[in-house]
């Protein structure tokens, strides 16, 4: 009968080589490495190679743990021992590491091979003695069935529900993961959005201001006579707008940063912004409008004289007409350069009050944006916390649920344990009934 038997071992253990020779001498059989096996096929018997360089590892008997947990039939086997000389220490070195390990390790047959010896034939003929005992034994089926059987209830049902749990460990980390990340990302996206409102703002603020002025300006440069008694209401009139355009950017801005961090913090239309506009400096008769008036009558009374002049040389029979025609544009132009200097000074003097004004205006603009985004930033942060408490608190329900199941799961595997642990005392009994019909003697497992 052919059988599938499996040689494995370390990392250079001389795998590879065993296996060719075992090939070679025992053809009738299927002799495989690891990575030959059949997804789900189980062998008959497990070579497990070790190199006689040295003792055994606790991975190579980690190795030793997995390549025969399904298949009770396993032979260990020290390699190279054509240039190993203490192979003998290294092998009862083995033996006695793999006895400390576990009971069923405590009669494993051992043998020494030269696989592929530097000089000569391959020394394997031990083993293949030994190979063909074991696989000659006719309890060999049902101790291996009994191996796999016994491997299955310690793995299998063990596997699932750690594979659970663990899933379960792993969602709990995710949602306390989840939640410091989601915080801390809107606090940081808060804290940018009123940074960048703080900016644009009081930016629109100066804006507004500067063209308000511009526009004042503007006015003065054209404002007449008559313009000059409605002037401060004017300015008013234009610092009320200034402070009800930057109140409007201000809420709706706001507004908007609230609705994108989709807090639900109502930021309060609040009260525009005023700016008291006190009157416009008065005109004074100082010694400035004295003298222009002395310059104005000055000038009239020259363009007078050189009309009069004019006349009583050029037409005499006009002399006294043009005396008194030219006192009187004397006196209209007398009256005219002094109102028209007036005027001038007049605007020269709003267009400084209103370079103050508007300066005023703008601190005040600033101010107020300045509180409204603080205030802003408090009431937000006031409503992330909310939002936080109400979030933990779900994160919590949702950790608490996990726990539950957890606990849940691990009382059900205690059980599960309870009931695993019968079975494979039965598997273990019904193996040892086995070994004592094959060695009488002997009880090992
Ligand atoms: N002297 C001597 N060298 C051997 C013997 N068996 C294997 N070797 C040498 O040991 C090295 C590894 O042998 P492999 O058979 O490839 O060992 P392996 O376990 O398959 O190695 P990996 O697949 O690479 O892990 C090679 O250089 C072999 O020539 C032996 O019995 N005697
Ligand atoms: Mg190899």
């Keep these: 009968m052919t059988h599938v038997v499996l040689v494995a071992g370390p990392w250079l253990a001389g795998t590879t080589s065993l296996v060719a020779a075992l090939r070679d001498r ?15 096929e189980a062998p008959a018997a497990v070579v497990f190679v070790v190199s006689a360089a040295a003792p ?10 997995v390549v025969a947990a399904g298949t009770d039939a396993v032979i260990a086997v020290v390699s190279k021992i054509d240039v190993h000389r203490t192979w003998r220490e290294v092998l009862a070195a083995d033996q006695a590491l793999l006895t400390e390990r576990a009971a069923r390790y405590r009669e494993l047959p051992w043998v020494g091979v030269a696989a592929a010896p530097d000089l000569g034939l391959p020394v394997v003929d031990d083993l293949v003695t030994a190979l063909r005992t074991v696989l000659a034994d006719n309890t060999l089926t049902r101790r291996n069935r009994l191996r796999a ?8 049902d063990g596997a699932a529900r750690e594979g659970c749990v663990a899933a379960l460990r792993d969602q709990r980390a995710a949602v306390l993961r989840r939640f410091r990340l989601d915080k801390s990302e809107r606090t940081i996206a808060m804290r940018s959005q009123i940074q960048q409102a703080r900016v644009r703002l009081s930016s ?6 500067a063209s308000a002025r511009t526009e004042l300006q503007d006015d003065v440069a054209a404002l007449t006579r008559r313009g000059l008694a409605g002037f401060t209401d004017e300015v008013r009139r234009r610092a009320a707008e200034v402070g009800d355009d930057v109140r409007d950017e201000v809420t709706g801005h706001l507004a908007d940063v ?6 639900a913090s109502d930021v309060a239309t609040p009260e525009g912004p005023r700016y008291e506009v006190g009157a416009a400096p008065v005109r004074s008769r100082n010694a400035e409008t004295r003298l222009m008036m002395l ?7 020259g363009i007078a004289l050189t009309i009069t002049r004019l006349l009583a040389d050029l037409a005499p029979q006009w002399a006294l007409r043009g005396a008194i025609g030219g006192a009187v544009l004397g006196l209209i132009v007398t009256l005219w350069v002094v109102s028209v200097r007036g005027l001038l000074r007049d ?18 603009m600033e101010e107020w944006v300045a509180t409204q985004v603080l205030a802003a930033e408090a009431s937000m942060g006031r409503a992330g916390a909310e939002r936080d408490a109400v979030d933990g608190a779900d994160m919590e329900d949702a950790v608490a649920r996990i726990d539950a199941e957890i606990r849940e799961q691990t009382v059900r595997r205690a059980r599960a344990a309870a009931v695993r642990d019968r079975a494979v005392a039965a598997v273990r009994a019904e193996l040892e009934g086995e070994r004592l019909r094959l060695w009488p003697s002997e009880s090992f497992l």
């Design 26 to 40: 025992m053809p009738e059989h299927r002799v495989l490495e690891a990575a030959e096996l059949a997804a789900g």
């Design 56 to 65: 055994l590892t606790a991975s190579d008997c980690a190795l030793l743990d």
């Design 149 to 156: 059987k016994e491997n299955r209830l310690l793995t299998a």
């Design 204 to 209: 629109f603020a100066r804006a507004r201001c």
């Design 258 to 263: 609230v609705e994108q961090l989709g807090l």
């Design 295 to 301: 310059l104005g009558a000055g000038f009239g009374l």
């Design 347 to 364: 605007r020269a003097v709003l267009d400084r009050w209103v370079v103050e004004v508007t300066a005023g205006l703008r601190t005040a």
